[in-house]
């Protein structure tokens, strides 16, 4: 059956992952309705990226959208801070919602989004894509086979380079009120894995978390990157800068981002080293149900990217690390190691998946919009999982 879909916020994943492929890879089965943000350009923009009639709708009114598309299904991509507005707008109008993580950035916007769920009896979807990651999902197969017994432990490291880190810093995360910080924007991927594969709820979290690296820790800073005299000599200015003209050398980004900024201000190429109230060094210790525990570290700083788990049951010790293509070890195959007391080890060796994040976009896409298969593995996130993410 034909479903409607409307993209609240055009950003860039609500392009890339949201309205190119429901234009071109699911059009037999959605119908993308309209396009709204609040700023013009940018809607019109990724309008006519995946729209050469350009007969797309675009709006700056959301109700109007609404009221014009009458959509199935709502596609929240805004700003962190502003997903809970569009997903209970959404509900009351009587849609269900697909939204991007976080779900949303703080407890009272998390009980706003369960009232307006309930009242309306209407269904939201949050897309934690890293549930479909194939290294992800085997992780869960070999917990879930009792291999290494009851979960006891979990230890959790991050790490983003130095090339991913320090984007959150030139963008709109690098504050509080925007996105809560990397432990709401980004740890929540990591937050839900855990919560998805031990399957266990958190019940507290103790935190600790500093600027460290990047905020105002040079004198040899501007506003941003494009109108800064030391972008010669800086190793974190936003590259593509030909002179201080504004121009960037991507067309992409230009008609993205800095065109667009002229209607409402964002500048997309903030100095890494501007004054920011978010953490880049980060460490937890959190306890879930069944008294199982968790340490874990997220860094912002490091010279290479990726992660490394270990949990520890009753029969033995599950280990497995991924890294960035940008990595050292980026070709080193994937493997999930079990360790048992008998001093036994076994190896699992996990193909490298192509795609976006893992390969768990294009899979989650499907599940998005193609019939849901069999869920054994309760992949599917809703607002619960949302709020403990």
Known sequence: MMKKYVLCGASG????????????????????????DINPMRAEFV?????????????????QMIKD????????????????????RSLDCGCDVICEKPMTIDAEKTREIFEAEKRNNRKIIVTFNCRFMPFAKRIKEIIRSGAIGQVLSVDFEWLLDQHHGADYFRRWHKFLKNGGGLLVTKATHHFDLINWWIEKEPVKVYANGELSFYGPKREERAER???????????????????????????FLNKMYFEPEKIDGYMRD????????IYDNMSLSVRYTDGVLM?????AYMPYEGWRVAINGT????????????????DQPKKITIYTPDNEKTVHYVPKATGSHGGGDKVLLNWLFREKPEDPLNQSAGSREGALS
């Open 270 to 277: 903030q100095c890494v080293f501007a004054p920011s109230d």
């Open 225 to 251: 990157c494009s109108k800064c005299p030391y972008r010669k000599s800086c190793e974190f200015v936003m590259s593509g800068f030909d002179d201080l003209n504004g121009v960037h050398s991507d067309d």
């Open 47 to 63: 309008r006519d990226c995946v729209d050469d009639s350009k007969t797309i709708p675009v709006y700056t009114d959301f109700d």
């Open 69 to 88: 598309t009458s959509p199935d299904t709502v596609i929240v991509t805004t700003m962190d801070s502003f997903h809970h507005e569009y997903v209970v």
């Open 295 to 299: 340490t874990y570290s997220l860094n």
């Open 315 to 330: 029969k033995g010790r599950l280990e497995a690390q991924e890294f960035s293509d940008r990595a050292p070890d980026a």
């Open 13 to 36: 994943r609500g392009y890339k992952m949201y309205a190119e492929n429901i234009v071109h890879d699911y059009a037999d089965i959605a119908v993308l309705a309209g396009i709204f």
